[in-house]
């Protein structure tokens, strides 16, 4: 384990940065990977951040600002991507030469030479953040754009338990650095297309109950998948476990045929990784996930098992 | 007007507090009467909050470790409440008697004696930690609970543009001091009854869509106002602007027949308050309403006829 100081002096003694982010990139990764590329850039530094998916066009107000550079002999770094098999096309390339990483997934398999894997951080924003303190470089408004996005989309607009009191004073501060929070947040969190709307109706009619209404499992087809793009697609997971009771949301997204992509949100104490684990997937303690290779009632039936399973452990069954 | 440091030298200096709050009372109004209630009541004061609406039994949280004392000669404070209208049936008794007012609406008519009125707080709670931090009492998880539920609920817990960075720091102290954050907004924005997720579908498939799209209108009958309880009912107001492109979101809610009430929120530049106050109602610069006694579609007209006007004057039209 590397603590922080010995990470920025790390990132001081080398150059040629490659940072790597996850497949299907989220704010927080896409805010980490370009909030440090600007900062490290900022120290003369040449950096460039890369991802097996393309890099969503809705980060573009940071994304723009910050110009990916090219050299050879690289120093690769990793952030907030906890498995090298959420390297996707990239594994093979760079799955065993990861020098650093910064992560705050306590599923982090620790594949890196020197980890910082802080999981009381509730988006990796914030390690990044003390990171950049460490650096000594001043945070400017791209900055603040991108670790504010990254926090902000991982705690769901603060909304969530692992937001803390450090969570708000580092957005505070990134608030009074330049962060244009309200319309940030307009962006990740109050803007649905039409055909969001139009699926999230079709999505809640397909809700089944099990467990007396302690468990309630959404799915969504490869119809309703192709009316909406993947990230208002990701945001869809989130509603199941807001209805009144549900202590276990899940979502099955059918990819092709027999194959689906698996969300599941849960309230304390239900465990989604635990549930996840069981399938060969993982996660944080409240959103985890896993991909299911069988027909859709095949897989409704290993999830519903995995989750009996796991409230039976738990002492929450009954 | 009043400066903070008054507010308090006046608390200090009387006794028998009645706390009065505007009707239908949400989150804001609640919090910032029971937080200076019960700091009160620590400074060995006799203090009562009323309303002439029950106070919405989600609060109980916080409201159940407060009693209500009972005295004569009271001394009459009013929190969060921008004219003397929204006392409802106890305008006649209080309406020309308010010693101190605290709040946080610009639109506030200044009608009592001592009237502190800051519109930078995003939410009256904001107010009331600081006069609390000018009485010197110390905050604990009571009052932290409180006023942390006020700050949330009126920023749409930290996403509105209403929030800025003393917002987030005031949140990182109280969570700091035992407020129940993640438990707090998990009740006041994770929870939708099943109820609520049926009405929120007929809601917007009511949607219609004005002025090119930039404008969405949508309707609450009595008969969906009738499935769900008064507060789930007002956070679907919030629905309209949400649509990718609406600038003006207006939800129309059928009270009686041929009575309706009107929410409008809007996007910058457009100003709610000023579209409202053109049908006789008021509020904030992105949220305000309106009480229209006409029919649906006389309603629907006078609305869209203030909105296209509002759209004219500022220039944002065509």
């Known amino acids: 384990m590397t603590d922080l100081s010995a990470a920025a002096a790390f990132l001081m003694d080398n150059d040629n940065f490659t940072i790597l982010l996850h497949t299907s990139p989220d704010g927080d990764a896409v805010g980490s990977g370009y909030a440090l590329c600007h900062v490290l850039q900022q120290l003369s530094k040449h950096v460039r951040v890369i991802c097996s998916d393309p890099i969503p066009s809705r980060y573009a107000y940071f994304t723009d600002k910050v110009p990916m550079q090219q050299f050879d002999d690289e120093c690769v770094i990793a ?144 119809e309703m998948r192709q009316m909406i793009d993947s990230i208002e697609l990701d945001g869809l997971a989130a509603l199941p476990r807001q209805i009144e009771g549900v202590q276990i949301g899940v979502t099955l997204k059918e990819m092709n045929s027999d194959q689906y992509k698996v969300s599941v949100r849960t309230h304390a104490p239900i465990n989604a990784s635990a549930i996840c684990a069981r399938l060969g997937g993982g996660g944080h303690a409240r959103a985890a996930g896993c991909q299911l290779h069988m027909s859709a009632e095949e897989a409704k039936q290993r999830l519903l098992g995995a989750v009996a399973d796991e409230m039976e452990q738990s002492g929450c069954k009954g």
Request: hydrophobic share 40%; glycine share 6%; aromatic share 6%.
């Open 79 to 222: 952030v907030d991507l906890a498995d090298v098999l959420l390297l996707g096309t990239l594994r093979e390339q760079y799955g065993e030469r990861v020098q650093l990483c910064i992560d705050h997934h306590a599923s982090n398999t620790g594949y890196a030479e020197r980890n910082f894997i802080n999981p009381m951080a509730a988006a990796n924003c914030e390690n990044v953040y003390n990171l950049i303190k460490q650096l000594g470089v001043p945070i400017d408004s791209i900055t603040a754009d991108a670790l504010f996005t990254g926090i902000s989309t991982d705690t769901g607009c603060f909304r969530y338990s692992n937001c803390t009191a450090d969570t708000h004073r580092i957005a505070a501060h990134l608030i009074e650095l330049g962060a244009a929070a309200g319309e940030i947040n307009r962006i990740m969190f109050e803007t649905k297309s039409r055909g969001r709307i139009e699926v999230e109706r079709m999505a809640l009619e397909s809700i089944e109950y099990h467990f007396g209404n302690r468990c309630a499992l959404m799915t969504v087809t490869n």
